[in-house]
Every structure is written in C-alpha cells, then in structure tokens.
T-cell receptor, first 114, second 112 residues
Framework: NAGVTQTPKFQVLKTGQSMTLQCAQDMNHNSMYWYRQDPGMGLRLIYYSASEGTTDKGEVPNGYNVSRLNKREFSLRLESAAPSQTSVYFC?????????????FGDGTRLSIL | AQSVSQHNHHVILSEAASLELGCNYSYGGTVNLFWYVQYPGQHLQLLLKYFSGDPLVKGIKGFEAEFIKSKFSFNLRKPSVQWSDTAEYFCAVTAGFQKLVFGTGTRLLVSP
C-alpha cells in the first residue's frame, strides 16, 4: 500500500526555472494538501484541494500554483523559482477536509533553488 | 486565527528518562488536536489525536497526551523514552472547518 507518493525526492533548480512537483494518493481520499517545511517554522500550508475540482489558497500561496488533475493527483508548480522557495515540500491527503480527519503524508521533496 | 506554540525547540534525554513536550494553542472554541512524529528522513506520521471524551489519550509506541481545556494545552508524554524515539514532534490543531495548523516542532534526541 503506497499511500501518498511524491516525485521527485530531490531537485536543484536555478533561479527563474520552473518545475512541477507531483503527488498521488491511492487511498481514495477526497482532500489533498501541499505544505512546505522550513527550519524553526514547522509546516505551512501552501494550497489545498477539499475535493476533486476545487483548490484554495493556504497560508503561503505566493509563487505557487496547483492543479487537482483528478481524485488521485495534486500537483504543485513553481513558475519562476526563487531562492526563498528552497524548502522541503510535503503532500498530504485526508478522507475529507473536515477537521477530525488525520492527514497522511508523503515522503517529501527536498528542493534547492540556487 | 488559531495558532500553536511548542516552546521546547530541542530536547535531549537519556534512554529511560521521562518525556513531556509542551503544546499550547490559541482558540476559544471546540478544537481537534493531533501529535505527529517525523523520524529522520521520513514523512510525518500520526501519533495520536483528540476530538472529545476522555482528555487522556493514548497513541502508538507508548505515547500519551492530556488535553487540559483550561490551560489550552495538549502536552505529549512518554514514561520511558528509547533511542528509537529520536525524531521531530509536531503538535497540530484544527478548529471547526479551519485547516490544520502546525506548531514549529520539537526535535528530540535520545542518547543511548
């Protein structure tokens, strides 16, 4: 049972380059999320998708776009990467977006912007 | 907006010592509380959760947490830590239909 799968695991980009981080879940969950994790700041929500066909901004959406391709897949795009976007990115999913549902996390993508 | 505070950023313990990690949240209404753990190089995993009922909840691997409403706290405890408990621990809160808000995390190092 794969759970939440993220690709790639590591990536180095130059400032200004674009990139899409991929996320897929096989648990038939309705809600999916993208977080970034920075030292001393915990996890911060970038975007989320409460259900297929909907997306909403989280706490730190600037510089990112998302696509909920279907129920399984939720991608995060950096159109013009900046050094401030160097971080570890986690995708997560839950059965519903309602607060009692625990989230299941992927292994993360470590992204460095030079 | 709700917020979560974890005051201990780094904790170092010897094996068999007792552990208590603090978590305080700011929200006056009904909350859902979680503790997640992230082992080195791994993704976050759910340790335990509290929604209602008995304020003392037990999770996996011998962890437990106590919800004290009057103190807006949800501290994590373990009577005797092991080297394998070395990890980063995150407290997280949702209130109503607000999204999950994480604390900044506590790095625990257990020395053998």
């Amino acid at each position: 049972n794969a759970g939440v799968t993220q690709t790639p695991k590591f990536q180095v980009l130059k400032t200004g380059q674009s990139m899409t981080l991929q996320c897929a879940q096989d648990m038939n969950h309705n809600s999916m999320y993208w977080y970034r994790q920075d030292p001393g700041m915990g996890l911060r929500l970038i975007y989320y998708s409460a259900s297929e066909g909907t997306t909403d901004k989280g706490e730190v959406p600037n510089g990112y776009n998302v696509s909920r391709l279907n129920k399984r897949e939720f991608s995060l795009r950096l159109e013009s990467a900046a050094p401030s976007q160097t971080s570890v990115y986690f995708c997560a999913s839950s059965e519903q977006g309602e607060g009692r549902q625990p989230q299941h996390f992927g292994d993360g993508t470590r992204l460095s912007i030079l | 907006a709700q917020s979560v505070s974890q005051h201990n950023h780094h904790v170092i313990l010897s094996e068999a010592a007792s552990l208590e990690l603090g978590c305080n949240y700011s929200y006056g209404g009904t909350v859902n509380l979680f503790w997640y753990v992230q082992y080195p190089g791994q993704h976050l995993q759910l340790l335990l959760k509290y929604f209602s009922g008995d304020p003392l909840v037990k999770g996996i691997k011998g962890f437990e947490a106590e919800f004290i409403k009057s103190k807006f706290s949800f501290n994590l405890r373990k009577p005797s830590v092991q080297w394998s408990d070395t990890a980063e621990y995150f407290c997280a809160v949702t209130a109503g239909f607000q999204k999950l808000v994480f604390g900044t995390g506590t790095r625990l190092l257990v020395s053998p």
